[in-house]
């Protein structure tokens, strides 16, 4: 086994940033060393880390032996919730794996402020090392969520079509007037999720929220985004459970991918959804999505298992 004797953890320097993320790049096309919070592309990679909030670069730590750079782990974190998102870590082929990853973490978490008490990350179902690199740190392995996918180029009259909703709703981004019903949807559906109803509701360039409205009456909400990458993403989707299985769901997804064509020149469209969500996935499927990875989310100091079982169908 190789061992690490001149190891250091350190802040990356700015110089390094767009070699590391081309590095990362080549784990990310690898199942084996995938991680979920990340893109495929170097140059988004390189922007996000940049970017990370608060910290930018400050919270991006390198393992470097000698000249290489042999490990990475970044860290992403809030206020609300106290949570960091784990960026990482990754680990250089022939670099001692449990050494490198478990020094990056030990340092990440010294970095820590210490209001944040909960820890996520995620990766790729399929993950070489990841497990047990999670329990030995006390992490617990939550329900995974299906990464789906969907091209956008050639076939945008087919969701054009298929955005239109059912007679009675009306769809329209969202407004001051819709904001707050929105908001509350949305905690409703997805309590202690990432982002808080307010801030899915908070304008910005990058993305949409469209509304569904009944009678002047908020019954559903789409949130989609173009990321880093140019991709599109469906962040969330909910549907008031009065109003579900009449088409206002499929939709939202619809014109929120029509806006992500239209609006935002995205390319493709890709979101998230967990295992046991069948009725989702029968709706993303119908659509036209396909499935590309698992992600297994490792959580401690919280769970997100109370919405592992689907939300009950209509009991109309
Ligand atoms: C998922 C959700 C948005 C679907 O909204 P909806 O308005 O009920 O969906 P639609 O009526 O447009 O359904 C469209 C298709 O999806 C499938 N579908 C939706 N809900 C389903 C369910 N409970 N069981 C089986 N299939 C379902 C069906 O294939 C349906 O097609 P059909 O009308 O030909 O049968 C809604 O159930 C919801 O808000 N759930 C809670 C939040 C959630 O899970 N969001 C998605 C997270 S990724």
Redesign the pocket.
Known sequence: MASVPRMEIRRIRDDEVDAVARWIATQQADPARHIGSESMDAGAIATDLRQLEPGGLDDVLVAVDGDDVVGLLALEHDTVPPRVWWRGPYVADGADVDAVADALLAVGRARLPGHVTQEEFGADARHAWLPAFAERHGFVAEEASAVLVRDLGGDADVLRGAAAPPAGVELARVSDATAPAVVALHDA??PGTHSSGTRIAAPGQDHAVLVASRAGEVV?YVAVERQEDATGY?D??????G??????????VAAGCVWLHDEAGCPSVN????ES????R???E?LGFDEERLLRPYRRGFSLAHLDT??P??PG
């Open positions: 559906i997805f559903g469906v969330y989707l909910g549907v008031a459970v109003e579900r299985g009449t088409g206002i769901g499929r939709a939202l979101l998230t959804v967990r969500n069948r009725g989702a029968r709706l993303y119908s689907p939300p169908a209509d």
